[in-house]
Structure formats: structure tokens, C-alpha cells
């Protein structure tokens, strides 16, 4: 250091000797090699910082991420993003979405194997249901994600382990809900018809006749996964296909003897099978029927020579059923009046139809009580599935 010290003084007392117009343009010509050097140097220190990396994020971050979608975050999945952004469709996306919509719809007539467009597509239509409230796009949903889980090739049939299975399923099952629900959202009227979609049209046959369990007639559903469970400690969800609904049980023909509750609430699943569904998106205009199963069937239902179980919510239909205030009249009120069964044709109801051969439970309630008293108990006891098998309640 100290050579160049002196090294250094040396240089500016050879510049003292020289002219001053010299001097003045070794001084610059130094301050400028020093600018170029810290330019050098913030470049370079610029580019140690790699373009693309990664980041670690919580556990909790991670599952969000992995579990986002369209119904659960109100924005599409990162599968759909890859197909828009590969498409190069993503802005037009963003800022015109029914026209991207029709764009893909045309990609996937030409292509109708390819499961990502067709999931991209039921993610979006969905997105754009809930955003217009529109009939024709929740049908468009339920179209695309049927596609998606019932191919015509079993070499395309989703991994079953693929997350877009589950959430295709969820874009099915609400969607169909949001296709036939009145616009307050607290009922669902299913029936015939030929409704319309974005690219064309659906024709939907739907019995009336066939709601039934046993001899009770089905009718008046009520979205049952947009209810919210009070005053139980448990709430039982089955996970299948289908529109979870809510429907009330009346008998066809004047009761006699044993008769199930007049309060009760039966969990059932709508579901719509449509045919060649790749042909019909591929014509503009598909044939679907509607059907309705009570959830406490046991057997799966069949669709394109597949079995699945059926989407319900058994714990929702129940506490909709207690809720009703008449339920609990017969407490303080029956007891102090006296009066209260005289006005009751049966004391003894059931919470579902006689099946012969199962064993009967009786549930005897005490003074000032009622029957929705056993609420808990009933809940747990109907929602085990090797219980109900074997007992009525």
C-alpha cells in the first residue's frame, strides 16, 4: 500500500508541473474510469440476483396453494392458468372473459380428448356463472366437468388422485344446484326443458314421478350445502356426485298404522347423466336426464358403467327438520295444556319408512320434552352407515 501511496503522490506532483488544461483532463479522465467502475460493479451485482428462483413458504401456504380453485378462492386453479397462459389467452381471460370462453370451447371441438381444456373450461364457466348469475354458464359448467370425469375413451379417464378430480366433482355438483336454483337461492325446482348454453343448447328430461322414497313423494329441495348447522355437536357429509338437496317426505296415500314423521326432512342427490357428452359440445346442443336419489339408499349410483356415491348432507336435512318451531311445542306447552296429543293421530313416527327385517329402536322422551331432545344421538346413530343397515329409528 505504501509504494502506491507514494507511487500515487508521485503522479500528482508530475500533474503540478504540467499545464493546467493537462491536470484538468487527467482529473477527468479519472473521475470518468471511476464512474464506469461503479457502473461495472452495479451490474455485476445486479446480475448475481438469478431471474427465476424459489421461496419458502409455510406448510399452510403450501396446502392453500395446492388446494385453490375456483370455488374456493373465486379465482381459477394454476392447471387452468398454464392452459390460458399456453394458449396465450390469459389478458384476454382478464379482461373479456365470455370471448376467451367461446375460444377455448372451439379448441376443445377440435380436440375433444384433451382433459386440461376441458377443466380449464368447466373452472372458467363457473367462474363466469357466479359472476352473471347466468343459467347458461352454470350449465356450460356442469356440461364441461362432466366431460372431464366420464370420457368416451378409458385411456383419458382422470388419475383419481389428480386434485381436479375432486374439484371438477364440486364444479358438477354446485353448478347443477346454481342451474335449477329459484333466485333467492332457497329452492331448487327441477324439470324438463330445453335451456341454453353458451355455444348452443341442452335438452333435460326430467320424472317427477321417479322423486320418491318408498311410498313418500320428494319434493319442495332446498340447497342443502348452503345451509348452516346450529345447536348440533356433529354435522355428517357424505362426499359423492350430485346436487345436495333438502326435500320434504309426504305420503301418497292416506297412512295407516306405523307412519313416518310429518316433519321429517329427507337428504337426497340430484344427478344429471348426460349423453355422449363430446359429441353433444362438439354439435352444440346435448340430452342429459335428471334423476333424484335419497341419500339414505345405500347402493352407489352408475354413470357411464362407472359406480360413485352420492353427494348428501344427512346432518343438514335433519336440524332443517328440528327447526321448525311446531316441532318443540309439545315441551312446557304440551305438558301444561294437556291437550297437546289429543290433536296428534300418532305418537309413534318414524324417521323412515318400515323396512321389514331391520330392528327397531324406540326413543321414549320424558315429562316436558319432546322428541327433538334426542337430537345428538339420532344425528350419530343415522349417520353411521352399518347402524342404519341394520336399525330404524
Request: aromatic letters at 8%; hydrophobic letters at 40%; charged letters at 20%.
Amino acid at each position: 500500500m505504501g509504494s502506491q501511496d507514494a507511487a500515487g503522490k508521485g503522479s500528482l506532483r508530475s500533474c503540478h508541473r504540467r499545464k493546467p488544461q493537462a491536470l484538468i483532463m487527467i482529473l477527468a479522465r479519472r473521475k470518468s474510469r471511476r464512474r464506469l467502475s461503479l457502473v461495472g460493479a452495479a451490474m455485476l451485482a445486479a446480475c448475481s440476483v438469478a431471474p427465476v428462483g424459489v421461496e419458502r413458504v409455510s406448510p399452510q401456504d403450501t396446502q392453500r396453494q395446492l388446494t385453490s380453485n375456483v370455488i374456493s378462492t373465486d379465482d381459477v386453479r394454476p392447471d387452468t392458468r398454464i392452459v390460458l397462459q399456453r394458449l396465450g389467452m390469459w389478458e384476454l381471460w382478464k379482461t373479456d372473459p365470455q370471448t376467451a370462453l367461446a375460444a377455448l370451447h372451439r379448441i376443445v371441438v377440435g380436440d375433444p380428448g384433451n382433459a386440461d381444456d376441458l377443466f380449464a373450461l368447466a373452472e372458467m364457466s363457473f367462474h363466469q356463472a357466479e359472476t352473471d348469475n347466468a343459467q347458461a354458464y352454470s350449465l356450460a359448467a356442469v356440461a364441461y366437468a362432466f366431460a372431464f370425469l366420464f370420457p368416451n375413451d378409458p385411456n383419458h379417464v382422470p388419475n383419481a388422485l389428480d386434485p381436479r378430480v375432486r374439484t371438477a366433482t364440486d364444479i358438477y355438483n354446485r353448478g347443477l344446484t346454481s342451474a335449477f336454483a329459484t333466485p333467492d337461492r332457497s329452492r331448487v325446482v327441477l324439470r324438463s326443458g330445453n335451456f341454453a348454453l353458451p355455444f348452443g343448447s341442452i335438452e333435460i328430461s326430467f320424472n317427477s314421478a321417479s322423486a320418491k322414497w318408498h311410498d313418500l313423494r320428494l319434493s319442495n329441495f332446498t340447497p342443502a350445502d348452503e345451509l348452516r348447522v346450529e345447536g348440533l355437536r356433529s354435522v355428517y357429509r357424505l362426499h359423492g356426485l350430485g346436487s345436495s338437496l333438502v326435500a320434504d317426505a309426504s305420503a301418497q296415500t292416506q297412512e295407516t298404522g306405523f307412519q313416518v314423521s310429518a316433519d321429517l326432512k329427507v337428504p337426497v342427490s340430484a344427478v344429471l347423466r348426460i349423453d355422449d357428452p363430446e359429441q353433444g359440445l362438439a354439435l352444440g346442443h346435448l340430452r342429459g336426464r335428471l334423476e333424484v336419489y335419497p341419500a339414505y339408499e345405500p347402493a352407489p349410483v352408475e354413470v357411464r358403467g362407472r359406480s360413485f356415491p352420492l353427494e348428501a348432507d344427512p346432518t343438514a336435512a335433519f336440524a332443517y327438520g328440528l327447526s321448525d318451531p311446531k316441532v318443540w311445542e309439545s315441551e312446557y306447552g304440551g305438558f301444561l295444556r294437556g291437550d297437546f296429543f289429543e290433536r296428534r293421530s300418532s305418537q309413534l313416527v318414524g324417521l323412515q319408512p318400515y323396512e321389514p327385517g331391520e330392528i327397531p329402536v324406540v326413543f321414549i322422551h320424558g315429562t316436558a320434552s319432546s322428541a327433538g331432545r334426542w337430537a345428538d344421538l339420532l344425528n350419530d346413530l343415522q349417520s353411521d352407515p352399518i347402524l342404519r343397515e341394520h336399525f330404524q329409528f
